[in-house]
Every structure is written in structure tokens, then in C-alpha cells.
């Protein structure tokens, strides 16, 4: 015998094997191409921008969603003979709220990339001489 009950906000149903032994009497709707919430990729038929594709990874939602939005909108939608050179204030914006939640969206330090490049160049000239003395040999 099957049963419901309510723990806080969520409802259990537990379900016995007789209850899945029925066959569904649900009907499905018809897939609706212009549907936002389907997974229809990142440009939708009507050529809109669907703010719940999964490729976005989440940023159209979350504290700088807004500024995400207004920057990737004006990138899409621009016309100008530089894609999004007209853009600039709006990922500007985006970039500063983006900063103030460094947790959410961490940014790639630009001394560690400066000390990268500068191990990288340091390591090119012993490699160099290294090969130097084994062709002299």
C-alpha cells in the first residue's frame, strides 16, 4: 500500500511494486520548439539568447547575472564593424561586480602568470647549453 507524507518542504510518496505495475495514464505535451526552458542550445530558434543553456555554466544567474546579461546581449546583438566594440562600458560593469565576489569568480593572478613566463624563459637558455655541450662532446 502506498503512501504520502510531509517532512518539512518536501513530500515523500512511497510507492509499492503493485503501483508501477499499472501502466501511466499520463499523456506528454508535444515538444515546443520555441520553448525556453528546452535544451535548444545557446541562440533559440527566433534567434533570442536562452539564458538557461548549460553552456553559460550558470552566469546569466547569480550576483553580477544582470551585468552578464547586458554584456552578452550587446556582444549578440551588435553591429558594429568590431563585434562588441560598442560593449565596453557593459563588460566593464560586469568585470567590476565580478570582482567584488572573488569566491564566485576567481581571476587568474597576473603575478603568477609573470612568474610563470619568467620560470619558462629562465629554464630556455640551461636547456639551450645543455644541448650546446652534448653536440660538442
Known amino acids: 500500500m502506498s503512501y504520502c507524507r510531509q517532512?518539512?518542504?518536501d513530500r515523500i510518496i512511497f510507492a509499492t511494486k503493485e503501483d508501477h505495475e499499472t501502466p501511466?495514464?499520463?499523456e506528454l505535451v508535444a515538444d515546443d520548439p520555441d520553448d525556453p526552458y528546452e535544451e535548444q542550445g545557446l541562440i533559440l530558434p527566433n534567434g533570442d539568447?536562452?539564458?538557461?543553456c548549460p553552456c553559460l555554466g550558470g552566469m546569466a544567474s547569480g550576483p553580477c547575472g544582470e551585468q552578464f546579461k547586458?554584456?552578452?546581449s550587446c556582444f549578440h546583438y551588435s553591429t558594429e564593424e568590431i563585434k562588441g566594440s560598442d560593449c565596453v562600458d557593459q563588460f566593464r560593469a560586469m568585470q567590476e561586480c565580478m570582482q567584488k565576489y572573488p569566491d564566485l569568480y576567481p581571476q587568474e593572478d597576473e603575478n603568477d602568470e609573470?612568474?610563470?613566463s619568467?620560470?619558462?624563459l629562465e629554464a630556455t637558455p640551461m636547456e639551450a647549453s645543455?644541448?650546446?655541450e652534448k653536440g660538442s662532446s
Open 7 to 9: 517532512e518539512g518542504k
Open 24 to 26: 501511466s495514464s499520463a
Open 49 to 52: 539568447i536562452n539564458w538557461n
Open 70 to 72: 547586458s554584456a552578452f
Open 114 to 116: 609573470k612568474e610563470k
Open 118 to 120: 619568467s620560470k619558462d
Open 130 to 132: 645543455a644541448a650546446e
